[in-house]
């Protein structure tokens, strides 16, 4: 990674704190109605050890939903994209099931496993965050050239060896594609447990004391620590990309 990679998104981030900063100002906004990020220190200062051991548990909460709907996706989606059967049957229910706001689920949800809160916010970041996956890899092995599959075939390989070589690799752009919306959709998830649940713990619930409390920085604090959480969790996807299908990335002509 360069050091242009690294500036170039971190002078978006202070320019976009800037703005924000100055629309406040423009306004005259008083911190109960939009808080400004000068009113995020003093609110981090206050509550850092909610922070950190709330911040904890909404992390790995995500990642053990996440590391689920990888599993599942992937081997659904491989059930799909190797049958065409299959991917007709099972394709009305998955874009059913995805058309279905999971906020309308939540509440079911946390009725449903009432005192089992962290089964409950992993179960929601895992059914919020499979399909893509799902569907990216049902793409990838349906889509790929028989041309291949025929002269590997022609030549004594296996169908697990045609797997391996040919349509494993042509599928990892379009599933990092896919983990890279399915991290943030994991986070949204989980905090959705988290406000809803009525034994939430995590920065859902953090974010649902300050809106009890009327303390508006204290929500601003927390959805800008889940957004950073969920930068770090997009560029670790990200890494992993560049070292699993670094190959299929291609440089811009201009």
Same mark, same amino acid.
């Given at each position: 990674?360069?050091? /242009?990679?690294?500036m170039?998104? %971190?002078?978006?981030?202070?320019?976009?704190?800037?703005?924000?900063?100055?629309?406040?100002?423009?306004?005259?906004?008083?911190?109960?109605?939009?808080?400004s990020?000068?009113?995020?220190?003093?609110?981090?200062?206050?509550?850092?050890?909610?922070?950190?051991?709330?911040?904890?548990? $909404?992390?790995? /909460?995500?990642? %053990?939903?996440?590391?689920?709907?990888?599993?599942?996706?992937?081997?659904?989606?491989?059930?799909?994209?190797?049958?065409?059967?299959? /991917?007709?049957?099972?394709y009305?229910?998955?874009?059913?099931?995805?058309?279905?706001? !999971?906020?309308? %689920?939540?509440?079911?949800?946390?009725?449903l496993?009432v005192?089992?809160?962290?089964?409950? $916010?992993?179960?929601?970041?895992?059914?919020?965050?499979?399909?893509?996956?799902? %569907?990216?890899?049902?793409?990838?092995? #349906?889509?790929?050239?028989?041309?291949?599959?025929?002269?590997?075939?022609?030549?004594?390989?296996?169908? $697990?060896?045609?797997?391996?070589?040919?349509?494993?690799? !042509? $599928?990892?752009?379009?599933?990092f594609?896919?983990? !890279?919306?399915?991290?943030?959709?994991?986070?949204?998830?989980?905090?959705?447990?988290?406000?809803v649940?009525?034994?939430? /713990?995590?920065?859902?619930?953090?974010?649902?004391?300050?809106?009890?409390? #009327?303390?508006?920085?204290?929500?601003?604090?927390?959805?800008?620590?889940?957004?950073?959480?969920?930068?770090?969790?997009?560029?670790?996807?990200?890494?992993?990309? !560049?070292?699993?299908?670094?190959?299929?990335?291609?440089?811009?002509?201009?």
């Open positions: 990674m360069t050091l /242009r990679n690294i170039v998104p %971190v002078l978006a981030i202070v320019v976009f704190g800037l703005l924000w900063e100055l629309l406040v100002w423009a306004n005259g906004w008083p911190n109960y109605v939009m808080a990020p000068s009113d995020l220190p003093p609110a981090y200062a206050r509550y850092w050890d909610l922070f950190i051991v709330m911040g904890w548990q $909404t992390l790995w /909460r995500t990642v %053990v939903g996440l590391l689920l709907a990888i599993a599942f996706g992937v081997f659904l989606g491989m059930i799909m994209g190797f049958s065409r059967t299959m /991917r007709d049957a099972l009305p229910l998955l874009v059913g099931f995805n058309a279905i706001p !999971k906020a309308t %689920v939540v509440p079911i949800v946390a009725l496993f005192g089992d809160h962290n089964f409950n $916010t992993i179960l929601i970041a895992f059914m919020i965050s499979f399909f893509p996956i799902a %569907v990216s890899v049902s793409i990838g092995l #349906s889509t790929l050239e028989p041309e291949y599959r025929d002269i590997l075939a022609s030549l004594g390989a296996s169908k $697990t060896k045609i797997f391996w070589k040919i349509a494993l690799p !042509k $599928t990892l752009p379009e599933f594609g896919a983990l !890279k919306v399915a991290v943030t959709l994991a986070f949204i998830g989980t905090n959705l447990m988290e406000i649940s009525p034994h939430g /713990r995590g920065l859902g619930a953090l974010f649902d004391s300050g809106k009890t409390n #009327s303390d508006y920085p204290l929500m601003f604090a927390v959805l800008i620590a889940l957004a950073l959480m969920g930068i770090v969790l997009y560029y670790v996807v990200v890494f992993l990309e !560049k070292i699993f299908a670094g190959w299929a990335e291609r440089s811009p002509s201009y």
